[in-house]
Antibody
Framework: QLQMQESGPGLVKPSETLSLTCTVS??????????WAWIRQPPGKGLEWIGC???????YYNPSLNSRVTISLDTSKSQFSLKLTSVTAADTAVYYC???????????WGQGTLVTASS | DIQMTQSPSTLSASVGDRVTITCRAS??????LAWYQQKPGKAPKLLIYEASTLESGVPSRFSGSGSGTEYTLTISSLQPDDFATYYC?????????FGGGTEVEIK
C-alpha cells in the first residue's frame, strides 16, 4: 500500500523560503503515468492545488503563485519536494502531498503538515 | 483557469436522506472530474473519479454523474459517517482546480 509523508519546518519567517519534502513508500515514484502533487489548505478554507511533477520529471505549477514555486523529484530517495519563496502570512496552511494516476483523482495523500508563516 | 462552482455551500440533512451536491465548471472538462470527502483534521479522501467511477472501497451509496460543465454527487441514503465536507476537482486542464466545498451537517 502506497504511503506518503510530508516533512519540513512548521514555522517559516515572512520573506523566507518554505521547503517541504514528501517521502513515498510502498511504491515507486517513477511509476508510469503517476503525478505527484502539492496541495494546500489555509485554516478553515478550501483546497488549493499548488503544482505537480510527473513520473518523468515534468512540472506544472499554479500561475496564482507566480514564479515562487518549484517542485522537484529525487528518485534515489523516493521523494519529491516543494520550495515556495518569499512567503507571507497568506501562505500559512496545511500542506498535503498527494498522488494521482492519469485519468484519476488524487487517491493517495499524506497526512498533511501545518506551516505557519510568522516572525 | 477553469472555475469550479459548488452548490450549496452548506447542506443540512438527516440520516437516511438523499443528498445531491452540484459542481459547475466554467468550461467543459470532458468528465475529468473527481469528488472528495474531507473530515476535520484529515486529508481528503477520493470518492469518485472520471465523473462517475467509484473509487475502490467507497460505499455504493455514493454516485456521480454529469458531463461537459455540470456534475453531481449523490448520496442515496445519508449515514452518520457521511457528515463531512465534499469537494469537486477538475483535472482536465492545468492548473487543476477545486470547488469551494459543500459542508454536509446534521439537521
Amino acid at each position: 500500500q502506497l504511503q506518503m509523508q510530508e516533512s519540513g519546518p512548521g514555522l517559516v519567517k515572512p520573506s523566507e523560503t518554505l521547503s517541504l519534502t514528501c517521502t513515498v513508500s510502498g511504491g515507486s515514484i517513477t511509476t508510469y503515468n503517476s503525478y505527484w502533487a502539492w496541495i494546500r489548505q489555509p485554516p478553515g478554507k478550501g483546497l488549493e492545488w499548488i503544482g505537480c511533477i510527473s513520473y518523468a520529471g515534468s512540472a506544472y505549477y499554479n500561475p496564482s503563485l507566480n514564479s515562487r514555486v518549484t517542485i522537484s523529484l529525487d528518485t534515489s530517495k523516493s521523494q519529491f519536494s516543494l520550495k515556495l519563496t518569499s512567503v507571507t502570512a497568506a501562505d500559512t496552511a496545511v500542506y498535503y502531498c498527494a498522488r494521482r494516476s492519469r485519468g484519476r483523482g488524487y487517491g493517495y495523500w499524506g497526512q498533511g503538515t501545518l506551516v505557519t508563516a510568522s516572525s | 483557469d477553469i472555475q469550479m462552482t459548488q452548490s450549496p455551500s452548506t447542506l443540512s440533512a438527516s440520516v437516511g436522506d438523499r443528498v445531491t451536491i452540484t459542481c459547475r465548471a466554467s468550461q467543459s472538462i470532458i468528465s475529468w472530474l473527481a469528488w472528495y470527502q474531507q473530515k476535520p483534521g484529515k486529508a481528503p479522501k477520493l470518492l469518485i473519479y472520471e465523473a462517475s467511477t467509484l473509487e475502490s472501497g467507497v460505499p455504493s451509496r455514493f454516485s456521480g454523474s454529469g458531463s461537459g460543465t455540470e456534475y453531481t454527487l449523490t448520496i442515496s441514503s445519508l449515514q452518520p459517517d457521511d457528515f463531512a465536507t465534499y469537494y469537486c476537482q477538475q483535472y482536465n486542464t492545468y492548473p487543476l482546480t477545486f470547488g469551494g466545498g459543500t459542508e454536509v451537517e446534521i439537521k
